[in-house]
């Protein structure tokens, strides 16, 4: 229908309000308990306009367009109106807004700069108002809040959680929790939406959680920023809370061809960033991951993206998981890609770096089959020839992915005795079933995941005592929580802050001698600082020590390649020294995460893909997304909810061979787990209201 606005004629869509019809014609009027996804309240009187034909001012967003109406914005009673309504907002609101978080980019500013109007009319004494920063998530600044109502109709009405209100305090009437009581006390769901929707800087996310290195969308859903691959883990996790498993793998395998391995193994740093963590427990990511993986039919093969064939020969070195990702990504990309594999299997450090009863080998050959459905040539029992000689026979371009599978050992005394080990060697022993010999007692030295990897791997090869001596305290160890967690059941002997400054014996390894750290920090020249206490030396005695403080790549000064920090291949974008080598995974980035290896793989598909006169673009659509419900109810008890995780035999059970350790969660189990997400992500697909001078 046509209305007229200030002389202008513009359509607008039947049923609309007259706010919402001009402001999408372009046109701007004042308004500020109105937002696009909230129904409206005319509370404010900002949006006041006149109407050809009804006595006085109205509001805007309560009076909906009609045939041939003629409106004027700018009248004299609906600014008179207006003028007041703002000063009268203003009164009470803080004079000075340049020490709040808003500033720049709050609506209440934006609209009293465009109006013109101060509040030195009507000024009073701001509201004396303690803030509220007892919440985990969420801080309330109530002497900001202007009574628009946006966030009490987000929390009621859009999210249905009714937690906000219209409480009356000795000050007035505002927004808040009532009865005094504290939002984890109320029920909130701590979604985020009262935060989005508010206009000014009264509620705001809690200081800690806004990370300035981050973009506001960053943290907003910091999971799935912080992922190396950056998965959609809100999407997947809703899913799975509504029981859907196929469309979470789906979701997960846009990103990943190894959903099980990562839900075996990843680091899961996700978790860490998860704002669930600050109520108490972070979300189960990680094991969510594997349920979705375990559970699902395969329905997403049916939307798997294949291009035609654009005769290019792609040589990938090394069939680890950054290897083996790139190849599956360049393959669908039409390229044809070979593998070589100079182990007995695929899988690189998946298969020879991690024990069977944290990734077994029936989960770990699964994916890689699937992962060989794309039309790769895998060949295993090869000793790849180097890259400018697999160019020279004709291969278009090739990725070195060889991984670090050389352990190294620390230059003490006592390093080349007999029953010394280096960790690669004894877990790819162990792994391939020809162990290297352990006695009654072992030492590991080291405090990553891969050290209790040997420790562990130890006690199952029937070592009596097995012990760790790290030079970093407990809490700036690498290795997970639960890894020292469940090496501990199992009777690793952990030692931390402890350095080891020789291994004692003759011929054999028969001790090491620790001596505790006081202080341990690197300087800005990034050298390992050490801080001892004199005194402390003592020798345990053990039968062998495995060396688990690193690993580094093998062969790599044979490859004629820009080399840095040693043997690491150094690249850009991806690319090498040479003209159509590229380089992904451990190889480049040092020892780092299966996660952080596919992620690398990931792009170097697409830069090799880019080199081979293609588009770059890997992306693929598994699933279509449905727009998710933003109405999420009431959970009673809802932050209280306590972490579900995966059961495991007890320690006594698990050292007794190198059988899988943990089951996967149950389909209840991982509904249980999903809902304890906060669904942070919902709070992006909040509109957010234009400011005037976007208009």
């Given amino acids: 229908m046509r209305i007229t606005v200030d002389g202008k004629e513009i359509q607008a869509k039947e049923g609309s309000s007259v706010l919402d019809a001009v402001l999408e014609a372009g046109i701007f009027i004042p308004h500020l308990c109105s937002h696009p996804d909230l129904e409206a309240k005319g509370g404010c009187r900002l949006c006041s306009v006149e109407i050809d034909g009804v006595e006085g001012a109205v509001p805007a967003c309560k009076t909906n367009v009609e045939e041939g109406m003629n409106i004027t914005i700018h009248g004299e009673e609906a600014e008179k109106v207006r003028r007041t309504a703002m000063e009268l ?19 209440l500013q934006s609209m009293y700069q465009y109006m013109g109007v101060s509040a030195e009319r009507w000024r009073k004494k701001s509201r004396s108002v303690a803030n509220d920063d007892t919440n985990p998530l969420i801080s309330h600044l109530f002497t900001r809040c202007v009574r628009c109502g946006r966030c009490i109709r ?3 009405d859009l999210r249905g959680v009714k937690v906000l209100d219209y409480i009356k305090t000795n000050t007035g009437i505002r927004a808040g929790i009532p009865e005094g009581k504290t939002l984890k006390e109320a029920g909130c769901r701590f979604c985020g939406a009262c935060i989005e929707v508010c206009p000014t800087g009264s509620i705001m996310d809690a200081v800690k959680i806004m990370k300035p290195e981050r973009s506001y969308d960053e943290n907003i859903v910091p999971c799935k920023s912080i992922c190396p691959a950056h998965i959609d883990i809100p999407a997947y996790i809703r899913y799975i809370r509504e029981g859907d498993f196929d469309k979470a793998a789906a979701v997960i395998r846009e990103k990943v061809p190894f959903p099980e391995v990562l839900g075996s193994v990843c680091t899961h740093t996700c978790e860490n960033s998860c704002k669930r963590g600050e109520l108490g427990e972070a979300v189960s990511i990680c094991k969510l991951k594997r349920a979705a993986a375990t559970e699902e039919s395969g329905s997403w093969k049916q939307y798997v993206r294949k291009e ?3 005769g290019k020969k792609v040589a990938v070195i090394g069939a680890g998981p950054a290897g083996l990702t790139s190849a599956y990504y360049l393959a669908k990309k039409g390229h044809a890609v070979t593998v070589f594999e100079k182990n007995e299997k695929a899988g690189g450090q998946c298969r020879y770096g991690i024990p069977a009863y944290r990734l077994p080998d029936d989960l770990l050959d699964r994916e890689i089959s699937t992962i060989l459905e794309a039309g790769i040539d895998l060949q295993v029992n090869a000793v790849s020839e ?17 991984g670090t599978h050389k352990g190294t050992k620390l230059p003490i005394d006592g390093n080349d005795l007999e029953g010394v080990y280096v960790n690669a060697d004894f877990l790819k022993a162990a792994r391939a079933g020809q162990p290297l010999p352990v006695g009654r007692k072992v030492m590991v030295l080291g405090g990553g995941n891969v050290a209790y990897d040997c420790a562990r791997t130890a006690i199952r090869l029937g070592a009596e005592e097995v012990h760790i001596a790290c030079l970093e305290n407990e809490q700036q160890m690498t290795s997970s929580p639960e890894e020292i967690r469940e090496g501990a059941e199992e009777g690793v002997i952990l030692h931390a802050a402890h350095t080891f400054l020789r291994i004692t014996g003759e011929t054999k390894a028969t001790g090491v001698e620790l001596k505790k750290v006081n202080r341990f920090y690197f300087d800005e020249n990034r050298k390992a600082v050490l801080e001892t206490e004199e005194g402390s030396n003592r020798i345990i005695e053990v039968d062998n020590v495995i060396f688990a403080v690193g690993q580094k790549p093998d062969g790599t000064e044979n490859m004629s390649l820009e080399l840095t920090h040693g043997p690491y291949i150094a690249t850009t974008e991806s690319a090498t020294s040479m003209e159509g080598v590229f380089a992904a995974g451990d190889v480049v980035t040092g020892t780092a995460s299966v996660i952080e290896a596919i992620a690398g793989g990931r792009k170097a598909a697409m830069e090799i893909d880019r080199y081979l006169g293609g588009n770059g673009d890997i992306t693929e659509v598994l699933v279509e997304r449905e727009a998710p419900d933003p109405h999420i109810g009431r959970v009673e008890g809802f932050a209280e909810l306590q972490r579900v995780n995966p059961k495991m035999p007890e320690a006594e059970v698990r050292v007794k061979g190198f059988a899988a350790i943990e089951n996967p969660f149950t389909c209840e189990e991982a509904k249980c787990e999903a ?21």
């Fill in 386 to 402: 180097a890259p400018a000689q697999l160019l020279a026979n004709g291969y278009d371009a090739v990725l070195v992915s060889i």
């Fill in 89 to 107: 907002i203003l009164a009470t609101h803080p004079a000075d807004c340049t020490g709040c978080p808003k500033f720049g980019k709050c609506e």
């Fill in 675 to 695: 809902g304890r997400c906060l669904q942070c992500d919902l709070r992006t697909t909040i509109t957010k209201p234009k400011l005037w001078n976007e208009y």
């Fill in 308 to 310: 035609g064939s654009t």
């Fill in 154 to 156: 987000a929390c009621q």
